[in-house]
């Protein structure tokens, strides 16, 4: 099945820094990649995804951007702000199953 | 209703005893997902139901765990002979259709502690 790795665990950034988070997956059949963000104590809630036939979206401070050849996809936030602190979990979907996160990763802005 | 509503939200019970845990799903939503959340981990998939059936259980980590849904909305999720290493946050989820990419929407969780 597939399985989707995540890096950085944690990630410190001062406010107005841009932050990265890369996923890999290994099912090149995943064709469907989200984003979900879980602030403290709070549900995890969809903020951007990429489909497999476009190679990057924006919205707004975030981008998302796939490289389906080399299996992998990478979070861009730019101009931080506290309020991006909370965990982010990418996902991968074949479509045959439900969606496969990966671990998350705790990122900090300092104010 | 509005959201994915579950129940209870928090939950302490002994080991060895029985639970259940309730997933109240966005109506409409014919998919519905539950995932386990331990503390500071990510979010590991059990178990999604498509209508009443469950085309994937390849997440339930024993025997003990089952869930069912019924006329294509509440779920329930039951741990039998509950461990320690069960204490976590159980999510479940619902979206609009499965294999079509949709957004889920996650319910608040109900965190079990198995003492």
């Known amino acids: 099945g597939e399985n989707v790795e995540q890096h950085p665990s944690t990630l410190s950034v001062q406010e107005g820094d841009s932050a990265v988070i890369k996923c890999t997956y290994s099912?090149?059949?995943?064709?469907?990649f989200p984003w979900y963000k879980q602030e403290l104590g709070k549900r995890p809630q969809l903020i951007i995804d990429i489909r497999s036939n476009v190679g990057e979206k924006k919205d707004q401070r975030i981008a998302v951007t796939l490289n389906k050849t080399a299996k992998h996809f990478s979070l861009h936030i730019t101009e931080t702000q506290p309020e991006d602190s909370a965990v982010y979990f990418c996902?991968?979907?074949?479509?045959?199953?439900?969606?496969?996160f990966g671990s998350g990763t705790r990122l900090q802005v300092q104010p | 209703g509005a959201g994915v509503s579950q129940s209870p939200s928090n939950k302490v019970t002994e080991k060895g005893k029985d639970v259940e845990l309730r997933c109240d799903p966005i109506s409409g939503h014919t998919a519905l997902y539950w995932y386990r959340q331990s503390l500071g981990q990510g979010l590991e998939f059990l178990i999604y139901?498509?209508?009443?059936?469950?085309?994937?259980k390849s997440g339930l980590p024993s025997d003990r765990f089952s869930a069912e849904r019924t006329g294509g909305s509440v779920s329930t999720l039951t741990i039998q002979r509950t461990q320690q290493e069960d204490s976590a946050v159980y999510l479940c989820?619902?979206?609009?259709?499965?294999?079509?990419?949709?957004?889920?929407?996650f319910g608040e969780g109900s965190r079990l502690t198995v003492l």
């Open positions: 099912d090149s059949a995943s064709n469907y």
């Open positions: 139901f498509q209508g009443n059936s469950a085309p994937d």
């Open positions: 996902a991968g979907d074949t479509g045959r199953r439900a969606l496969t």
């Open positions: 989820a619902s979206s609009q259709n499965s294999g079509a990419f949709g957004e889920l929407f």
